[in-house]
């Protein structure tokens, strides 16, 4: 079985410009997260996704924004790149409810210049 | 507000040797406890899963224990390998808006 899969793998972009990162979640899982790890940082919540629905987001700007499709695939969109959002972007998938599993992607690596 | 601690943030142990790795958290009212591993530059591998109502977990030379009531974990690495070495990190969810809330993580490596 798939575990969650995240492209792309690395992801260059200038400052100003806008990146997409994509998540697909284990088969089955209708909750997808989305964390922020900086570099020398913990993990820092940024949305969570459950049947379509935003169900919850981080302290983040509104530049950070993001989406779950209908087959429960999630995109994170960031706009108006800044250096400071370099960092590996991670997404998590678990079935609905509070006493789930959650299981990672590989990340994607963003570095912005 | 929960707050997830780990001590301690880096260890470093000879091959062979049992691993101790502690996780605190401030808030004891946790659905469940997550232990994952992180190599460097990788995502999460899930670990361990402790549901509120459980005291421990095992999964071959790992086991956790949960102590809830005095917001603690302890993740216990039985015959430690170089294999071993990454950065665990300890994750509870704790209300009904989905977040896993993270320690810092502790480093370890384990030298042949």
């Known amino acids: 079985e798939a575990g969650v899969t995240q492209s792309p793998t690395h992801l260059i972009k200038t400052r100003g410009q806008q990146a997409t990162l994509r998540c697909s979640p284990i088969s089955g899982h209708t909750s997808v997260y989305w964390y922020q790890q900086a570099l020398g940082l913990g993990l820092q919540f940024l949305l969570w996704?459950?049947?379509?629905?935003?169900?919850n987001r981080g302290n983040f700007p509104p530049r950070f924004s993001g989406r779950q499709f209908p087959n429960y695939s999630s995109e994170l969109n960031v706009n108006a790149l800044e250096l400071e959002d370099s960092a590996l972007y991670l997404c998590?998938?678990?079935?609905?409810?509070?006493?789930?599993?959650?299981?990672f992607g590989q990340g994607t690596r963003l570095t912005v210049v | 507000k929960q707050e997830v601690t780990q001590i301690p943030a880096a260890l470093s142990v000879p091959e062979g040797e049992n691993l101790v790795l502690n996780c605190s958290f401030t808030?004891?009212?946790?659905?469940?406890l997550q232990w994952f591993r992180q190599d460097p530059g990788k995502g999460l591998t899930s670990l361990l899963l402790?549901?509120?109502?459980?005291r421990e977990q095992t999964s071959g030379r790992l086991n956790a224990s949960l102590d809830k009531s005095s917001g603690r974990s302890t993740l216990y690495i039985a015959a430690s390998q170089p294999g071993d070495s990454a950065t665990y990190l300890c994750a509870v969810r704790d209300d009904s808006w989905g977040k896993l809330q993270f320690g810092a993580g502790t480093q370890v490596v384990v030298t042949p």
């Open positions: 402790i549901q509120s109502s459980q």
């Open positions: 996704y459950d049947e379509g629905e935003e169900r």
């Open positions: 808030d004891s009212a946790i659905y469940n």
């Open positions: 998590a998938s678990s079935w609905s409810g509070t006493h789930t599993e959650a299981f």
